[in-house]
């Protein structure tokens, strides 16, 4: 089993920054790949960004590219997402996630393991 721990979301304006954190703790060992997926009130969960854990290959949704920076700190097993020019579009809980299957992935059911979520508001 992978544990994965969210923190850093809350709230900003728009045109602001936040990262959020995510540090994984287990079978560490086991994971390929690791990324963020976002849900906002009433939508469906879509993915954001992925990181492949030992080369370090990105993903990034189209409506992120340019703004958020997914990157992962291996000796402390720490993934990360710094989010630049947010905008209220972003408002959403934020999950972090790790696969076994898969060095990069885009959809919710290529996760093996998933954290308890982070909010990130931003307000105009």
């Known amino acids: 089993q992978v544990h994965l721990v969210e923190s850093g979301g809350g709230a900003v304006q728009a045109g602001g920054s936040l990262r959020v954190s995510c540090a994984a703790s287990?079978?560490?060992?086991?994971?390929?790949?690791m990324g963020w997926f976002r849900q906002a009130p009433g939508k469906e969960r879509e993915f954001v960004a992925a990181?492949?854990?030992?080369?370090?290959?990105?993903n990034y949704a189209d409506s992120v590219k340019g703004r958020f920076t997914i990157s992962r700190d291996n000796a402390r097993n720490t993934l990360y997402l710094q989010m630049n020019s947010l905008k209220p579009e972003d408002t959403a809980v934020y999950y972090c996630a790790a696969s076994i299957r898969y060095l990069t992935w885009t959809k919710p059911d290529g996760s093996d393991y998933w954290g308890q979520g982070t909010q990130v508001t931003v307000s105009s």
């Open positions: 990181i492949s854990w030992i080369g370090g290959t990105t």
């Open positions: 287990g079978r560490t060992f086991t994971m390929v790949g």
